[in-house]
């Protein structure tokens, strides 16, 4: 069941996502309006299915979340996995609707010509540590508001996207940018997008753990590390 849900939350997560790009091909949205369809579907598919799997949809959140012990190792290769198939999975099924455009180049994730290697990576870092450091705070404490977790995760993203996306495409995510590549064929700095949300995410797991405090004893709560 967790792992459906992961499967479904990325596929829904990417293939909308993605969707946005290639809709802006035909009616001008803009990096505004591709900002708000990322942390929108992102906040929905957190309330959707985050009570089923924990709503990682991203290889870079589940591995960060093992290394502090907030979910199991042994679930992480079927996590990630299924982000993968659920990302590849979304991202052919736009290459099917959207073929009359000729090509889906726009969902693969490229940074600007005019950026560097290390400008490229360092973005990518800095953005998905922000995204990180805010699951962390808003999932994962249980001093937090659990109801508004997802509206803080998705505002988190919108706002990332809507800085970076002009620059890297704003992926923080190795499955949004594997399975676009997959399905458009474009692999170019492929591990750069890997790499950087993977080292993003565990150094942003790693900061909050030093902020996080025991759950007191007294502390009525059934709340369980995310599955």
């Not at 052919?92 to 180049?105: C, M, P, S």
């Not at 399905?183 to 030093?210: D, E, H, K, R």
Request: proline share 6%; charged share 10%.
């Amino acid at each position: 069941m967790q792992i459906l849900a992961e499967v479904v939350g990325t596929y829904i997560l990417v293939f909308i996502g993605c969707a946005s790009a290639l809709t802006d091909r035909v009616e001008k949205v803009g990096i505004v309006g591709i900002a708000m369809v990322w942390g929108f579907v992102l906040m929905a598919a957190i309330y959707a299915v985050g009570h089923i799997s924990g709503a990682h949809f991203n290889p870079a959140v589940t591995l960060a979340l093992a290394a502090i012990r907030r979910t199991r190792w042994k679930q992480v290769p079927m996590y990630v996995v299924a982000q993968l198939v659920g990302a590849t999975l979304g991202s052919l099924t736009l290459k099917v609707l959207f073929h009359k455009q000729g090509n889906i180049d726009p969902i693969a994730t490229q940074y600007a010509v005019t950026t560097s290697h290390l400008e490229a990576f360092l973005w990518e870092f800095i953005i998905t540590f922000i995204l990180m450091f805010s699951i962390c705070a808003n999932a994962t404490d249980h001093r937090a508001s659990p109801g508004l977790a997802g509206f803080a995760i998705g505002s988190t993203l919108l706002v990332n996207v809507l800085v970076a996306g002009p620059i890297t495409g704003a992926s923080m995510n190795p499955a949004r940018s594997i399975g676009p590549a997959v399905a458009s064929g474009v692999y170019t700095n492929l591990w750069l997008y890997i790499l950087a949300p993977l080292l993003g995410a565990l150094f942003a797991a790693m900061v909050y753990s030093g902020l996080r405090v025991p759950i007191p004893p007294h502390h009525n709560t059934t709340d369980q590390p995310p599955n």
